[in-house]
């Protein structure tokens, strides 16, 4: 079976109501990077931090998965499918993807601040973190996201994936942050390499194949694309 190996960002998410980030109206419009989405941001004012992720939490648990997500984990029927995301929602396993990495943390997560290796569940009926949530140890609970300036903990078991792909697919992301956007470097020599977005993307990889279109339409032509190139 062919392995294709998808890296995911915001625009996955946004025909199922998710904002993006770098769009016109995106968050980073509404909202300052450095008080919300940093450790520094944290320590100034943890409310403003833990009611910023509450809400982006409970838009994520009323958002259903889109066609894309759908068509991603139907993939799965015909394809080895390893999904390495930036997106912090739970979509992609809620459409039934089964191989799925977060790079910047999860929403349906919470950790402690004294003791990163102790990390709870949050649902839909308990969706959000208050000031004074402690964890066992007594310490503060804070989201399980990967803020601005901290460790991407899963950054190399996401090379060790790239590194084994047969196909490259880049979808709804903006390929600004790093080390995420670094992955397209380390796909093997003239595998191909599929982009969807209905915007240009600046990638600098060659041969790049770009489908101009939206996450779910732009996943039913990639799997026509690759049904049709892989069955030769
Ligand atoms: N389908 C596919 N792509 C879309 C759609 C759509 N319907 N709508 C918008 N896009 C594209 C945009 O054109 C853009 O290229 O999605 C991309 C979104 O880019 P960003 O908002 O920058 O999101 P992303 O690339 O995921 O950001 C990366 O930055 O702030 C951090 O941690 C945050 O994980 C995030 C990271």
């Not at 191909?192 to 060659?206: E, F, G, R």
Request: a negative charge.
């Amino acid at each position: 079976m062919k392995h294709i190996v998808v890296l995911t960002g915001a625009g996955m998410s946004a025909e199922s109501g998710i904002a993006t980030f770098r769009d016109s109206g995106g968050l980073w419009e509404q909202h300052a990077v450095e008080d919300v989405a940093t450790p520094e941001g944290f320590a100034r004012n943890p409310k403003l931090v833990l009611d910023f992720y509450n809400a982006r939490r409970r838009a994520a648990f009323a958002a259903v998965p889109n066609q894309g997500h759908i068509g991603l984990a139907d993939m799965e029927k015909d394809y080895k499918v390893s999904i390495i995301t930036q997106n912090v929602d739970d979509l992609h396993e809620r459409a039934g993807s089964t191989s799925v990495l977060h790079l910047h943390g999860e929403l349906n997560k919470m950790r402690s601040t004294v003791d990163p290796s102790l990390i709870y569940t949050l649902t839909a009926d308990n969706p959000e973190i208050h000031l004074g949530d402690k964890c066992e140890k007594g310490s503060q609970l804070r989201p399980h996201i990967v803020w601005f300036g901290e460790a991407v903990p899963m950054i190399e078991d996401a090379i060790r994936i790239v590194r084994k792909a047969d196909v490259l697919v880049v979808i709804g992301t903006s390929l600004n942050v790093y080390p995420a956007a670094g992955l397209l470097g380390y796909a093997p020599s003239g595998i191909p390499v599929y982009l969807i977005d209905p915007n240009d993307v600046k990638a600098y990889q060659p041969e790049i194949h770009f489908i101009k279109k939206g996450a779910s339409e732009g996943v039913g032509e990639l799997r026509r694309l690759l049904d049709s190139s892989c069955k030769k």
